[in-house]
């Protein structure tokens, strides 16, 4: 499978729990509807914690993979 293309990256290696899912906040606020952002982490709470600010917030989780310790999500802003 192939890495979706993306129009920022949000690169929180080496944060923990809640600074990704923060950081992944702001960016989606500045980002423009459609936009994609992949967010590259070290947590293992992201697992939990982007998928359901995903869920609530109505965002579209169009992809994630985990190699070895790192973890990669991209979102897609959706506009209301």
């Known amino acids: 499978m192939t ?11 080496g ?3 809640p600074e990704p899912v923060m950081m992944l906040h702001r960016q989606i606020r500045k980002m423009a509807v459609d936009e994609v952002v992949c967010v590259v ?7 939990r914690d982007i998928p359901q600010f995903c869920e609530f917030l109505s965002h579209t989780l ?3 993979s985990k190699l070895d310790d790192e973890y990669r999500y991209w979102v897609q802003k959706v506009g209301r």
Do not use: M, V
């Open 62 to 64: 169009i992809q994630h």
């Open 15 to 17: 944060l923990r729990c």
């Open 3 to 13: 890495d979706p293309e993306f129009d920022h990256l949000l690169d929180t290696r």
């Open 41 to 47: 982490a070290t947590d293992p709470a992201t697992e």
